[in-house]
Nanobody, 126 residues
């Protein structure tokens, strides 16, 4: 069992930056691939980024490539999402999630993730 708690959200102007953190407690963090998803008002939750358990492979939604960076610290049991050049379209509740994958890389599919944080609001003003 893994518990996930996001932090670092808030209000930022367009063009600004934020770093989200997701702290994991419980056992086995290093064995999980980790992902970030987001859900804007009136829209379905969507994949944003994922990182494998070793931290040497990353995957991104096309819309955020070159602007967002996912990383992890397996000593601190934390995954990060550095967001730069933020746009109003990035406004959403952001969720981190843990994927206890066996024998495959990180998934883009929400259904493959086993544990979820409670979500944190990111608002980008124009």
């Amino acid at each position: 069992q893994v518990q996930l708690v996001e932090s670092g959200g808030g209000l930022v102007q367009a063009g600004g930056s934020l770093r989200l953190s997701c702290a994991a407690s419980g056992r086995g963090f290093i064995t999980y691939h980790m992902g970030w998803f987001r859900q804007a008002a009136g829209r379905e939750r969507e994949f944003v980024a994922a990182i494998n358990w070793r931290g040497d492979s990353t995957y991104y939604l096309d819309f955020v490539k070159g602007r967002f960076t996912i990383s992890r610290d397996n000593v601190k049991n934390t995954v990060y999402l550095q967001m730069s050049s933020l746009k109003p379209e990035d406004t959403a509740v952001y969720y981190c999630a843990a994927d206890q994958a066996m024998g495959r890389g990180p998934s883009y599919a929400q259904s493959d993730y086993d544990y979820w944080g409670q979500g944190i609001q990111v608002t980008v003003s124009s």
